[in-house]
C-alpha cells in the first residue's frame, strides 16, 4: 500500500495505530507512506527519510494483504529494531523517553514509531545491523534506570521472542 500525508505541525504521523515522529523541520512537507508486512518506508520526493520493520504482519492488518505471512520475515539473527511496552504508571512523558533514548542511541539506533493502544504506550526503536547489541540494551536499560520507569515498561529486543523487565537486566 502506498499514500502521501502532509506532516501535521505537531511532527507526528500516525497510521495504522503507529505513530511516527518526523521532527519540527518536516511540518508542512508531504511524505510518501509505502508499506507491506515487511517494511514500512517513509519518503519524501522519493528520498528515503526512514524504514523501519512492519508492525502489518500482526493480527488485523494481515487483512490488507492476503498473501502476507503469519510471521516477520527471517532477519538472520539481527537484532534490528526493539519493541516497548508501557504497560504500567509512569512519572515521566512517553516524549521523554523517546528523546533519552534517541540521545544514548546516537548512531547506533534512534525511535522510529510510537503510540497508544487498549493496553498501553508503544515505542519502536530502530537499530543499525553494525551495533553491537550488549552495548545497544545497555544503553536503553541505563535510560530506563536514569528515568526511574521501573518495571512499567517491557523491553523485547527484536531478534528474540522474550519481554524483558527493567529489574531483569544485567548491564555488562
Known amino acids: 500500500?502506498?499514500?502521501d500525508l502532509v506532516v501535521p505541525p505537531s511532527r507526528r504521523l500516525q497510521v495504522a495505530?503507529?505513530?511516527?515522529?518526523?521532527?519540527?523541520?518536516r511540518s508542512g512537507v508531504r511524505v510518501t507512506f509505502s508499506a507491506d508486512t515487511d517494511a514500512i518506508h517513509l519518503l519524501t520526493v522519493g528520498v528515503r527519510l526512514k524504514s523501519m520493520?512492519?508492525?502489518?504482519?500482526?493480527?488485523?492488518?494481515?487483512?490488507?494483504n492476503v498473501d502476507s505471512p503469519q510471521l516477520p520475515r527471517d532477519r538472520g539473527g539481527v537484532m534490528d529494531f526493539v519493541e516497548f511496552m508501557i504497560d504500567g504508571?509512569?512519572?515521566?512523558?512517553?516524549?521523554d523517553i523517546e528523546d533519552e533514548l534517541n540521545r544514548a542511541l546516537l548512531g547506533r539506533g534512534?525511535?522510529?514509531g510510537a503510540g497508544t493502544s487498549e493496553s498501553g504506550s508503544l515505542l519502536d526503536v530502530d537499530?543499525?545491523?553494525?551495533a553491537d547489541r550488549r552495548a545497544v540494551l545497555d544503553a536503553i536499560f541505563g535510560?530506563?534506570?536514569?528515568l526511574e520507569v521501573g518495571d512499567s515498561v517491557r523491553v523485547r529486543p527484536g531478534d528474540e521472542q522474550?519481554?524483558?523487565?527493567p529489574s531483569e537486566w544485567e548491564p555488562s
Do not use: I, N
Open 1 to 3: 500500500m502506498e499514500f
Open 17 to 25: 495505530v503507529k505513530q511516527f515522529s518526523l521532527g519540527l523541520v
Open 53 to 64: 520493520c512492519s508492525h502489518l504482519w500482526r493480527g488485523p492488518y494481515r487483512r490488507w
Open 89 to 95: 504508571p509512569l512519572a515521566v512523558d512517553r516524549d
Open 110 to 112: 534512534e525511535v522510529t
Open 127 to 130: 537499530v543499525r545491523a553494525t
Open 143 to 146: 535510560v530506563l534506570a536514569a
Open 162 to 165: 522474550t519481554w524483558l523487565r
